[in-house]
């Protein structure tokens, strides 16, 4: 399913840019892990970057995944991946800066750090559908991907 929605992405893109981030949930007993919750703020955060405008009237077209992942710790973490049209937005920064404003918003909490943003290794890489190095570019995407594929410790997949 993350194969066909990247593929989708790059025949109707010449640009794509796909962005990687972890949520989680505070340490604490006040605030308890849901599904609809990380549901809702998938749709939130599509929404929002789907109504931004950009020159030469490009759309963003987003599509978020996202895994539910718990194994050893108190409470699930989920694994995000944004996937976007590059010839609107080019970076990775300002959806990082989104996710962070509206997980926080949905939890109703200033606490920082429950936004990993993933930046151990390259993030938001751009898949140019005409380029040289497609190729290359295509595979360190769908490594990154494959992650979220992998079955161990995650129960719950969702695409929006």
């Given at each position: 399913k993350i194969e066909s929605v990247l593929n989708n992405m790059i025949e109707?893109?010449?640009?794509?840019?796909?962005?990687?981030?972890?949520?989680?949930y505070p340490d604490n007993e006040y605030i308890y892990p849901s599904s609809e919750r990380i549901s809702c703020f998938?749709?939130?955060?599509?929404?929002?970057?789907?109504?931004?405008?950009?020159?030469g009237g490009h759309?963003?077209?987003?599509?978020v995944i996202h895994v539910e992942e718990q194994e050893s710790s108190h409470h699930p973490h989920h694994h995000f991946a944004v996937i976007v049209n590059a010839n609107a937005k080019q970076s990775a920064y300002p959806i990082h800066v989104k996710a962070n404003t509206l997980w926080k918003?949905?939890?109703?909490t200033t606490?920082?750090?429950?936004?990993d943003y993933c930046d151990r290794y390259e993030n938001g890489i751009i898949i140019k559908r005409n380029s040289s190095d497609y190729e290359y570019q295509y595979n360190k995407v769908f490594y990154q991907l494959s992650y979220l594929a992998k079955v161990r410790g995650k129960e719950h997949r969702e695409v929006h």
């Open positions: 109707k893109h010449s640009k794509v840019m796909i962005v990687r981030f972890d949520i989680r998938a749709y939130n955060l599509k929404r929002s970057l789907d109504r931004e405008t950009f020159e759309r963003t077209d987003t599509k918003k949905m939890l109703n606490e920082e750090g429950l936004v």
